[in-house]
């Protein structure tokens, strides 16, 4: 394989993805292709759809039309399926939803010892590298209850490389954290960026956005109105909708 | 075991000069202020001389040899005097191991160990004054307390744990269990039918295998009705609702009347077998619904972080939910565990040896003792009592654990 298409490989491929609460129609037709390497920041209006979506990406909402590929695999009702796409896409959470009965290294280990079948040893070994990517190696034998927000999420993020992903999610963030937190966490996650972690970030933090972002996609009722690089998107939206939602975040 | 050294030094205001009140402080404070409690004060000090008025001359005068003469029937029920050596070596691991566990979970197992540990010495000087209790019985009871000692002193070593002690008192309890039981007519420890066993001894044995058999069993009914699997969800409401909706009473003579007219001829039924099948039967039905409000507070969250993370669904309810709803609900656990050690007398009423059925045995099948029954009763109450004083304080220090947050 040519450096130019590991470069061109598509990591995931959604085409005309549809989803329905009930009568909500809640995904209208959403179709993405994003690539190795890229980091794609999603916005928009709250309820436009942003977190059902990428909760689509590795089944934790089940899509009712249209298709998705992530890594090659197609996500069906197939459980071996959703399985493999899980271990290759991290996703951190606003509420971050650490395991608070688990000490933070235990956090981390678990997965690769359940699902990698990784040793303790090894697993341990991996989560005390991954505690130092994001700079709390001192904090792996507390439980998670007893570290600030910023340091949960951290962990969160840790916990999450440690199935070594080729994909990361993440769905707002820093939203649940005090402000004083929340450049400790970007700064974690544009080391991920730099690292060329191919991301998918929901999120209004418009500066991690202009200084990352390959990509940016406005979401408006279950449909993206508008995508595009940050200068184009920032400096010359096209859609209403869009200008409209920027001025009011930026 | 970290988390015991992490505790703070005391806060300096948990010594406010306030609370160290002289006597006639305190009780003006607590008895006398405001005025309507000085009336509660006077009615409550009427009624206690008016009750130790009565209870002080009866105490005297009580009939106390229908306890002490009768203490190997209240302690073992009608078990072959020949044979006691087998109850005394077979249930000396319970002390034991009670040390083992006040070792390893610490200050929230202390009351409980404590109390039996007073209890046995008690019993063991008792035995000094006057001969109705055999020197075997006064050795155990004086044995016993050293031997929750050792095991406290095992259980504070690093290399055993919760796991650990359960699985020791799972295997233990197996043994005693056939200890009791023996083998053949000829071996060195011939059968004993469980109808000869009785009094104190089935009352804790029925309570402990009792726990051990409810907790799983509630477990997996409580998972088997959150499942989306429709036949186990549907055996699984259908057994709980209808042992919820059975008196244990019921239940009790149901089993012991009517289930030996289904079974084949050539058996006699167990009856303590049986009488312990609808205890089993009747509590495992609450714990199923215990554990169950304790799965349903584990937020989704926690579930999809896990499945984020490609944990197969038998992991994410076995390593993820099942020990947070367990954590939470320990505090209902042991409330289930104490109904059912208090459930165990219910025996008595279709006539087996339990701690109670023995007291009846007593009032009831001896002229000397027909009138003492207050003795008896009180006795009866007072070893009822330490088990469940001692299981309550367990509770409490759980609870008190999980509100510092501690872990
Ligand atoms: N489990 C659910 N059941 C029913 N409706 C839901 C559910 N989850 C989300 N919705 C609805 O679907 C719509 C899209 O929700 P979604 O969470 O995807 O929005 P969002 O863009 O992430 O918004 P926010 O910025 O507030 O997070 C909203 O109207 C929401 O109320
Ligand atoms: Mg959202």
Request: charged content about 20%.
């Amino acid at each position: 394989m040519s450096a130019q298409s590991v470069e061109n490989e598509v990591m995931v491929q959604t085409t005309d993805v549809e989803k329905w609460f009930g009568s909500l129609h809640v995904l209208r037709g959403i179709s993405v292709t994003i690539k190795k390497g890229e980091v794609v920041v999603i916005f928009g209006p709250s309820g436009s759809g942003k977190s059902t979506f990428i909760r689509t990406l590795n089944r934790l909402e089940e899509h009712h039309k249209g298709e998705i590929i992530v890594d090659g695999t197609v996500l069906d009702n197939d459980v071996r399926n959703i399985e493999t796409v899980r271990s290759e896409i991290g996703m951190v959470f606003q509420q971050f939803n650490l395991f608070p009965h688990k000490t933070v290294i235990d956090n981390v280990a678990l997965a690769p010892k359940l699902v990698r079948k990784l040793s303790k040893v090894d697993a341990d070994e991996l989560a005390m590298n991954m505690l130092e990517l994001v700079k709390i190696p001192e904090q792996a034998h507390k439980f998670p209850g007893q570290l600030s927000g910023g340091q949960q999420q951290r962990v969160a993020i840790a916990r999450a490389l440690a199935m070594q992903p080729k994909i990361m999610m993440f769905d707002e963030p820093t939203s649940a954290l005090d402000p004083e937190m929340i450049a400790e966490v970007l700064d974690v996650m544009i080391d991920l960026a730099k690292s060329g972690m191919t991301m998918i970030v929901v999120t209004h933090e418009m500066g991690f956005a202009r200084e990352v972002a390959d990509r940016l996609m406005m979401f408006d009722e279950g449909l993206i109105v508008e995508e595009g690089t940050p200068d184009k998107m920032f400096d010359n939206p096209q859609h209403d909708r869009t200008k409209e939602f920027l001025s009011r975040v930026l | 075991m970290a988390v015991e050294n992490m505790t703070e030094p005391k806060p300096m205001n948990e010594l406010r000069p306030e609370e160290k009140l002289s006597i006639a402080g305190w009780a003006q404070k607590n008895l006398f202020s405001p005025w309507y409690n000085s009336v509660l004060t006077a009615v409550g000090v009427i009624l206690v001389v008016m009750l130790l008025k009565e209870a002080v001359p009866f105490l005297i005068d009580a009939q106390w040899p229908a306890v002490t003469t009768n203490i190997q029937i209240l302690l073992v029920g009608q078990y072959p005097s020949e044979e006691l050596w087998r109850v005394g070596a077979g249930v000396l691991p319970m002390p034991f191991i009670v040390g083992l566990a006040w070792g390893v979970w610490g200050s929230m197992m202390r009351t409980f160990s404590v109390t039996l540990v007073v209890s046995a010495v008690l019993t063991a000087i008792s035995s000094l004054f006057g001969d109705s209790m055999s020197s075997g019985l006064a050795l155990w009871f004086t044995v016993s307390p050293f031997l929750v000692l050792l095991g406290y002193a095992v259980g504070r070593r690093d290399f055993i744990g919760p796991r650990q002690v359960l699985i020791i008192w799972f295997l233990f309890l197996l043994l005693t269990l056939f200890f009791l039981r023996g083998f053949g007519e000829d071996s060195a420890m011939p059968h004993v039918p469980t109808d000869r066993w009785g009094g104190l001894l089935v009352t804790i044995l029925i309570a402990q295998v009792g726990i051990a058999v409810v907790l799983p069993l509630g477990i997996v009914l409580a998972l088997a009705r959150q499942s989306n699997l429709w036949f186990f969800k549907g055996a699984a409401i259908a057994y709980i609702e209808v042992l919820r909706a059975t008196p244990l009473l019921a239940l009790l003579f149901l089993m012991l009347i009517v289930s030996p007219m289904f079974l084949p001829d050539v058996t006699t039924p167990d009856r303590l077998m049986l009488a312990f099948i609808a205890i089993v039967l009747n509590n495992s039905a609450y714990m199923a619904e215990n554990i169950r409000g304790g799965l349903q507070s584990v937020s989704r969250g926690q579930v999809e972080a896990a499945q984020a993370l490609g944990m197969r669904g038998s992991h994410v309810t076995l390593v993820i939910v099942l020990p947070q709803a367990i954590r939470a609900t320990i505090p209902a656990i042991v409330g289930q565990f104490i109904i059912l050690f208090k459930d165990t007398a219910v025996i008595a009423l279709v006539g087996l040896m339990d701690l109670l059925g023995a007291a009846y045995a007593i009032i009831l099948g001896q002229d000397a003792w027909r009138t003492a029954d207050p003795e008896v009763f009180l006795f009866v109450a007072a070893v009822y009592w330490i088990f469940t004083y001692g299981m309550s304080s367990v509770s409490a220090g759980v609870e008190k654990r999980m509100r510092t947050g501690a872990d």
